[in-house]
């Protein structure tokens, strides 16, 4: 089995291109969401606590089952530590054996990048230029990365309550070939950006904007830590949009859409990849990914890792799994000793 740690993972990101592996990605996601319906899927198991919560999340098809352990903790930054930190599995359907044991702090962060270009893909203008980032922490410049590798964005505005973040975004985007603006507020942010991507962390409900203060043709990207209770739109935004989810029975309990009808949902992302419902259809349409991450996700970026890992031939093999002469003789190795 292998074990891919955090710095096996750089490495073959590195080797791989930065951009190169987000397109690898996002074909990876398309392909996956496109065979949904032969996928066994299930909302994510959260334990919820005042400080946070703490996610196992799987999903399999015949050939790969796949699980990930993740916690969210808003908190955890002003200690010293992530917001975000997981971990995931791999494993062979035909005999149940763990194929990878992998980080998936960074490819967490890569996967819901790659989620929001696909969805972009699909549901924004194709000649989209502005993106705008609400929120420049942790997951922003992965965002930006993933959404400039599917579309040519030339500009980047960005807005953050806390001047640190918007500094550091800025000073890890400096080699990127676009323009950066840094604004004072969220209304500057968004006015006229094409796409925009909110990524905020706070348990709470809020109203980050309103309508009236996006151009018409956006597509905004609903990203931002999502739980129950925790909202950064009113309903009314719903309502003038249309509204993609990726699962509705876990989107339902966890995104945007918990504040009206499911009725408000007009697809789920695998129906407009496949063409059995419309996407975007002209370029006034408003649009809106209610995205939460699902584990989907997960499991296209654990097998692609686990291929390019094979190809590369990155990756510790461990022994994890009790290999005995005789399967039915457990016991005997205990008595090697």
């Given at each position: ?79 010293g ?22 980080e ?77 603006l ?86 789920e ?23 939460v ?22 990756g ?12 039915k ?9």
């Open positions: 089995m292998k074990l891919i740690d955090v710095d096996t993972l750089v490495q073959l990101v590195s080797q791989t291109g930065l951009n190169d592996f987000n397109l690898q990605l996002i074909q990876a996601l398309e392909n996956d969401f496109a065979h949904w319906e032969t996928f066994h899927k299930s909302p994510r198991h959260a334990t919820h606590y005042p400080h946070g919560v703490i996610e196992l999340m799987p999903c399999a098809n015949d050939d790969f089952y796949s699980f990930k352990y993740v916690n969210g903790h808003p908190d955890n930054t002003q200690k530590k992530l917001c975000v930190a997981a971990m995931g599995l791999l494993a062979e359907v035909s005999n149940g054996y763990p194929l990878m044991i992998s998936m702090t960074l490819l967490t962060a890569l996967r819901t990048a790659a989620i929001t270009a696909l969805g972009a893909k699909y549901l924004a203008r194709k000649n989209s230029q502005h993106l705008a980032i609400i929120g420049t922490g942790a997951q922003a410049e992965f965002q930006a990365h993933a959404v400039m590798a599917q579309l040519p964005i030339k500009k980047i505005s960005f807005f953050d309550i806390d001047p640190k973040a918007m500094n550091k975004f800025e000073r890890n985007m400096a080699d990127a070939p676009i323009e950066l840094q604004c004072k507020n969220i209304e500057e942010t968004i006015s006229s950006a094409d796409i925009i991507v909110t990524a905020t962390a706070a348990k709470k409900r809020v109203e980050l904007f309103n309508i009236s203060q996006v151009k018409s043709g956006v597509h905004i990207h609903a990203m931002g830590g999502d739980c129950p209770g925790k909202t950064e739109f009113s309903p009314e935004i719903l309502e003038q949009c249309k509204v993609v989810v990726e699962y509705t029975p876990q989107s339902k309990e966890e995104g945007e859409i918990q504040q009206g009808e499911t009725s408000l949902i007009n697809a992302l695998w129906e407009v990849i496949t063409g059995k419902k419309v996407g975007r259809e002209n370029d006034q349409e408003m649009t809106f990914f209610d995205s991450g699902f584990s989907l996700e997960d499991f296209s970026i654990l097998k692609l890792v686990y291929q390019l890992a094979l190809k590369m031939n990155l510790e093999e461990i022994n994890l799994i009790p290999r005995p002469e005789d399967p003789n457990l016991f005997r190795l205990l008595k090697k000793q």
